[in-house]
Nanobody
Framework: QLQLVESGGGLVQPGDSLTLSCTDP????????IGWFRQAPGKEREEVSC????????DYADSVKDRFTISRDNAKNTVTLQMNSLKPEDTAVYYC?????????????????WGQGIQVTVSS
């Protein structure tokens, strides 16, 4: 059973960058598409970005396109979300999740294994 762990969150100022990482200390992720999702206070959880198991496909929400980059290093068993030009509206708890669907959609309902989440706060 997957046990995803997120790291790299914190408090940054608008315009700064932050890198989130997702791994499973005891299970290989190379067979699983991985997604990043977020939930801001008082709002529903939303999709941010997803990547296929091989890394040859990456999807992004319009709100983060051209600012965020998802990547994976299967040798290191890690999926990374590089977040640049951060805005206050990016403030949320960020979750990584895995799906067993090969033909997945980057939507919450397709992802069944979730990490605990990590806080990202963008504020001056």
């Amino acid at each position: 059973q997957l046990q995803l762990v997120e790291s790299g969150g914190g408090l940054v100022q608008p315009g700064d960058s932050l890198t989130l990482s997702c791994t499973d200390p005891g299970f290989p992720l190379n067979a699983y598409p991985i997604g990043w999702f977020r939930q801001a206070p008082g709002k529903e959880r939303e999709e941010v970005s997803c990547i296929s198991s091989s890394g040859d496909r990456a999807d992004y929400a319009d709100s983060v396109k051209d600012r965020f980059t998802i990547s994976r290093d299967n040798a290191k068993n890690t999926v990374t979300l590089q977040m640049n030009s951060l805005k206050p509206e990016d403030t949320a708890v960020y979750y990584c999740a895995a799906t067993s669907y090969v033909q997945f959609m980057c939507v919450i309902r397709d992802f069944g294994s979730w990490g605990q989440g990590i806080q990202v706060t963008v504020s001056s």
